[in-house]
Each structure stands twice: as structure tokens, then as C-alpha cells.
């Protein structure tokens, strides 16, 4: 897969799922790499964008543009949708993080399809989740 091949792709996956999959890697808290909730989709059902962000020196030493309370520097990776927009870090090689979310949205399957069923029982879901937690850790 080339690197617009994943760029592709990933404008098809929505932004939660982006997110949930890159607070697999642990290289930063949860909460950072997220803007507010200032920045967000006002056209309903334009669906996911991602982009590099470019920005311009005005005055100061960095370029950096502070967007929704999160800095973000030339060539940061953004992905946004209607929930929020988030800065992928740059440290994820894009074509691995695309097979890694559809390997961590399979594993997410089989819970979500237990949890469809008409036996679905607390103990159960709770080692489904586990399982799922075990399969999509990053090593």
C-alpha cells in the first residue's frame, strides 16, 4: 500500500475509530493530539477528512498555529468528522496504522456481534473484551 493508498483509506474510517486505534500505540495520553470542541463539522454527512496541515510564520519562532487549543506544526497529519478533528502522530507509518484499524475493527466484531445476540451474558462479554484488548495491544 502506498502512502496516498493510506491516506485514502483513512479519509474512510470515521475519526473515533482513528482515534481509539492510535491510543493503541501509548505514545501519548489519551487526551492529547484532539481538538476542542470548537472545531467540528457544520456540513453533516461530508464525512471524514485528512490532510497535512499548513501553516505560515507571522511573528514568533515557531510556525505553529494553535487551532481548537491544540498546536498544530506544518505537516502535522489531521484527521477530522463530525465528532472533532485529531493530529495523528507522525511517529505511526500510515500504511501499518491502516492494517492495524482493520485488524482492531475485526476484533471489535466478534464483541459487538456478541452483544447482538439473543445470549449475551456479563461474564462472557467481559472476556470477549478482554480478548479484544489482548489481540489489539501494540508490542
Known amino acids: 500500500m502506498t502512502k496516498e493508498e493510506a491516506l485514502a483509506a483513512l479519509a474512510g474510517i470515521h475519526t473515533p475509530i482513528v482515534c481509539d486505534a492510535v491510543e493503541k500505540y501509548d505514545l501519548r495520553p489519551r487526551t492529547d493530539g484532539l481538538m476542542d470542541t470548537s472545531i467540528r463539522s457544520l456540513l453533516r454527512g461530508l464525512g471524514p477528512m485528512v490532510g497535512y496541515a499548513t501553516t505560515a510564520k507571522i511573528a514568533g519562532e515557531y510556525p505553529a498555529a494553535e487551532v481548537g487549543s491544540l498546536l498544530v506544526y506544518p505537516g502535522d497529519l489531521l484527521h477530522g468528522h463530525e465528532p ?48 479484544h484488548a489482548e489481540r489489539t495491544e501494540r508490542r
Open 84 to 131: 472533532g478533528v485529531m493530529v495523528i502522530p507522525s511517529e505511526i507509518e500510515l500504511t501499518e496504522l491502516v492494517t492495524f484499524i482493520a485488524k482492531f475493527l475485526a476484533s471489535e466484531k466478534t464483541v459487538i456481534d456478541y452483544c447482538k445476540g439473543p445470549d449475551c451474558e456479563v461474564d462472557q462479554l467481559m472476556a470477549l473484551i478482554q480478548q
